[in-house]
């Protein structure tokens, strides 16, 4: 693919400290279960900046909140992606963490066990309107709902992208968590989007419609464009309250599915940036997320870590690829 040459893109959301672990068949209750552990960085949102920037974009920036006992190896981990972070470092909470219970049968499928810590508490303070500088697009994780504080920045930065142009796109996040939040609250913060990238258990959770074509068709009457994640049933593209095109998988042999809608997400946006049309910068998201559920975790490989991700926390920062405006580390208490 070639390179965006039309902005950058900004991500603003989650950065979160993963513990992956792999076990086969079902857990053990009262007593051990045999497993693989890996500890990982990862994050809805700092997967989709790290999986955008492998697909090709030039120039992506992300707004994030961590705590101090994993700023600096989480910095260095965006910064060898490709990523530019900014990262506010919590004194009074620690990074946020989840523990990826990965079923290594056929399915690969996760089970999430999640402790925001700092990734929640990111609040309109951190935000600067210069962010935005050079931006084309922006996109937020739905986690950020989730929380007040982190849902005022998200309204902060809506408001600013409508004012400068620029189009915000969001990823539901999580069906769990929706439930909690409310579909009607939701909703009613979805209008001011321009993309929705729900998965297919999303969709359906926001429409109350059983089917993932038509829960997406609907939703496209709120949303501009929807793009349904479907996983092994590939993606749908919808607007104007209908289904304009639908994108099948690309093979894979799951691994772990942790990250895979997440790299459909990044690769999809740098797609649009480079100048894709939705059904093409889809078909870069399924070819993405077929690569993600083939390896462990939820980012892409880079020289850093080999994907194997050995967590160290003290040394310098890695400083070689620029950061956005003011010092990475902004302390907020």
Not at 46 to 68: F, I
Request: hydrophobic residues 45%.
């Amino acid at each position: 693919m070639t390179t965006g040459r039309n902005g950058a893109l900004l991500v603003v959301g989650d950065v979160i400290t993963d513990v992956v672990a792999r076990h086969r068949g079902p857990l053990a209750a009262g007593t051990d279960t045999a497993s693989v552990i890996r500890t990982l960085p990862g994050g809805a949102g700092a997967n989709v900046a790290c999986w955008a920037a492998e697909a090709g974009s030039a120039d992506v920036r992300l707004l994030g909140r961590v705590g101090a006992d994993a700023a600096q190896w989480h910095e260095r981990e965006l910064v060898a992606a490709g990523v530019r972070p900014r990262l506010v470092v919590d004194r009074e909470a620690t990074t946020g963490t989840v523990i990826c219970l990965v079923d290594t049968g056929a399915s690969a499928e996760r089970t999430f066990l999640t402790d925001s810590g700092a990734s929640l508490r990111l609040e309109p303070a951190d935000w600067s309107d210069a962010l935005l500088d050079g931006v084309a697009r922006l996109h937020l994780s739905g986690y950020l709902l989730f929380s007040e504080p982190s849902r005022a920045l998200a309204e902060v930065a809506v408001a600013a992208a409508h004012t400068r142009g620029v189009p915000v796109s969001l990823d539901p996040a999580s069906a769990g968590f929706l439930v909690e939040f409310g579909v009607d609250r939701f909703l009613a913060f979805a209008q001011g989007l321009d993309v929705l990238l729900p998965s297919r258990d999303e969709a359906c959770l926001l429409t109350g419609l059983p089917e993932p074509a038509d829960a997406a068709a609907k939703l496209s009457r709120l949303i501009p464009l929807v793009v349904a994640k479907s996983g092994m049933a590939g993606a749908m593209v919808a607007r104007a309250g209908a289904v304009v095109a639908r994108v099948p998988a690309a093979s894979a042999t799951p691994l772990d599915t942790t990250g895979a809608g997440d790299a459909f997400t990044g690769a999809f946006l740098a797609a649009l940036l480079a100048g894709a049309d939705p059904q093409q910068a889809a078909a870069q998201g399924c070819r993405a997320g077929a690569r993600a559920v083939e390896r462990v975790g939820g980012r892409p490989p880079h020289r850093g870590t080999g994907g194997l991700g050995h967590r160290t926390v003290d040394g310098p920062s890695c400083t070689h690829v620029p950061r956005l405006d003011g010092p990475a580390h902004r302390p907020r208490r």
